[in-house]
């Protein structure tokens, strides 16, 4: 019994160390608006009380990684129509235990687009966002943490759709075109607009 003890103690410890890396992406994370000002906290909060936070095993929720990727010349961004949620989204997914929610971004991002030559523009978060997803055949309602990553695309690459999405489409910066009023969409293609 003492052994499986101290076994759990030093997962806990060495989970709670690897989380250091969002934690610190996060305190250095100032954001604007009051939706992410809340977030910030929120995700402070599970992270601090769930060790295992990015595991996708966590049936109430996980930290997941997002991407606003963006052409070479910074003149369209890749969104996907989710095949599961029937919505638009950024391209992102699970962290599936990767406590590096950048490289989590870039994988995914590579995965879901087809494109390999994808670099971060930085390397601080660009937008965060906590949001439920709805209980289907496989899995419980529950929410994802999700920190999101301004990411291009640095050669001439066009995108692959692959089995996850519906369907794949370059966005310009006319946001009449939008596909989505998602605020969590709509937040993101403003800050990119600000920040030519």
Known sequence: MQYAVREVFIFYKDSMHTQNILLNLLDNYHPANVAEQEYKKIIIEFLNQYPNAFERSLEIGHITASAWLVNKDNTKALLMHHKKLNIWVQL????????????????????????????????VIFDIDVHLIPENKKEKAHYHYDIRFLLQVM??????QNEESNALAWIDRNKEKLPTNERSVTRMFDKWIENK
């Open 155 to 160: 050669g001439d690459e066009d995108f692959i």
């Open 92 to 123: 992102g997914g699970h962290c599936d235990g990767d406590t590096n929610p950048l490289a989590v971004a870039i994988k995914e991002a590579q995965e879901e687009s087809g494109i390999v030559n994808i670099a971060p523009v930085q390397s």
